[in-house]
T-cell receptor, first 111, second 114 residues
């Protein structure tokens, strides 16, 4: 249905290592948003992707939207302890305001 | 300007009681969303408002849950006859418009049903 699957559920990395989380859908996505939630905090918007094959960068973060608009990824280069948190992807309906979040990937970074 | 605010920040209630959760969105934001997040879990969509109307209520877990929005601003989420499984953090978010501008989340209300 409209669910989005995120993998992995958890990731532990050593500081300086790279990290990638993936978001997959069985149906075409009109857009995809990414959010970060720090422990004890609330989700904070990172980016929205709309176009097929779109790639956007924010410093060490690279976001991609698949050519078929059915998957997306978030890649962090050289993780830092400040990257700790849960990263959620979120899909929107093309014609309503309903939004569906993935289950999130929780990142732990060992200093 | 001010962000999204929610009240109360914490609520402890006895099973069977009714509770009201309040959300003040960012001024001028026409879209307002309610989510529920259980400990260590993802965000469960409950309902959204476009202005004062709620086009999609399918996310509400049961008929004990209701929400309203007045004046295109403040929203209240009401849970009647609370159950222990209602314990969670209830998050509100607002966005400039639909479709799908970035959402700004409030700090949430942590509800504990004893």
């Amino acid at each position: 249905g409209q669910q989005v699957m995120q993998i992995p559920q958890y990731q532990h990395v050593q500081e300086g290592e790279d990290f990638t989380t993936y978001c997959n859908s069985s149906t075409t996505l009109s857009n995809i948003q990414w959010y970060k939630q720090r422990p004890g905090g609330h989700p904070v918007f990172l980016i929205q992707l709309v176009k097929s094959g779109e790639v956007k960068k924010q410093k060490r973060l690279t976001f991609q939207f698949g050519e078929a608009k059915k998957n997306s990824s978030l890649h962090i280069t050289a993780t830092q302890t400040t990257d700790v948190g849960t990263y959620f992807c979120c899909r929107g309906s093309s014609n309503t305001g309903k939004l569906i979040f993935g289950q999130g990937t929780t990142l732990q970074v060992k200093p | 300007g001010a962000g999204v605010s929610q009240s109360p920040s914490n609520k402890v209630t006895e099973k069977g009681k009714d509770v009201e959760l309040r959300c003040d969105p960012i001024s001028g934001h026409t879209a307002l969303y309610w989510y529920r997040q259980s400990l260590g879990q993802g965000l469960e969509f409950l309902i959204y408002f476009q202005g004062n109307s709620a086009p999609d209520k399918s996310g509400l877990p049961s008929d004990r849950f209701s929400a309203e929005r007045t004046g295109g601003s403040v929203s209240t989420l009401t849970i009647q006859r609370t159950q222990q499984e209602d314990s969670a953090v209830y998050l509100c978010a607002s966005s400039r418009d639909i479709p799908h501008y970035e959402q700004y989340f409030g700090p949430g209300t942590r509800l504990t049903v004893t």
